[in-house]
């Protein structure tokens, strides 16, 4: 099991990125509420992880935080709710949001996640209840994380390339693309990063 990678962010593609260990590279998935707390490219990083042994593919998960990683755990365990479809939700909304969604019995907000129908909403909210009465919160960050508005460390980035990346994201995240390309064309605002117009979309989603 690999638990936790520390190294240098060699790259970010949303939803993914390349930590460099010791020259190996590892690619690792985040949910897109933990990739805008990342630092520049080129800066050391610390991700707790969660390895996924499958036949055709061995894959990472990585997270900025213990809670974060526990409640991702938490959420595969339910019926019909694969790393896939977790990663989408924590994509949505944040760890304390989901907990508060789930407390609330909020089915409408999680049917807006992508692959979330009501019958999976309806699912999460009664099996995840029990095992979210004891949460802690998400606040504290396995590393110092720079928020998203100071990262300046990065090479700029054309607008269109911004923009081709924030659709390839959406589209990863399980959105359909009738539903991702109209909710960048709501948000679009020539110059912004690729990472603050999916943030964008993503609320216009929710």
């Not at 190294?7 to 970010?12: A, N």
């Not at 020259?23 to 490219?41: D, K, R, S, W």
């Not at 300046?152 to 081709?164: K, Q, W």
């Amino acid at each position: 099991m690999i638990g936790q990678i520390r190294g240098t962010l060699i790259s970010k593609q949303p939803p993914e990125v390349l930590v460099d260990v010791q020259g190996v590279g590892y690619e690792i998935q985040l949910p897109m509420t933990c990739f805008y707390q990342l630092p520049a490219t080129g800066e050391p990083v610390t991700l707790v992880t969660h390895f996924v042994v499958r036949e055709d593919a061995q894959l990472l998960y990585g997270f900025n935080s213990l809670a974060e990683r526990s409640l991702f755990r938490l959420l595969i365990k339910t019926q019909g709710v694969g790393p896939k479809l977790a990663l989408a939700i924590l994509s949505g909304m944040n760890a304390d949001e989901f907990v508060w969604a789930v407390n609330q019995n909020d089915v409408s907000r999680l049917v807006k996640l992508p692959g979330v129908g009501k019958k999976t909403a309806e699912r999460l909210v009664i099996e995840m209840r029990d095992r979210l009465k004891d949460w802690q919160g998400s606040s504290t960050p396995a590393t110092d994380a720079a928020p998203l508005d100071s990262i300046t460390g990065d090479a700029l980035v054309h607008p269109a390339d911004a923009r081709a990346d924030a659709l390839s994201a959406l589209l990863a995240l399980g959105y359909k693309p009738v539903q991702a390309e109209k909710a960048l064309k709501a948000v679009y605002q020539q110059g912004e990063s690729s990472e603050t117009l999916i943030r964008s979309a993503l609320k216009q989603l929710s």
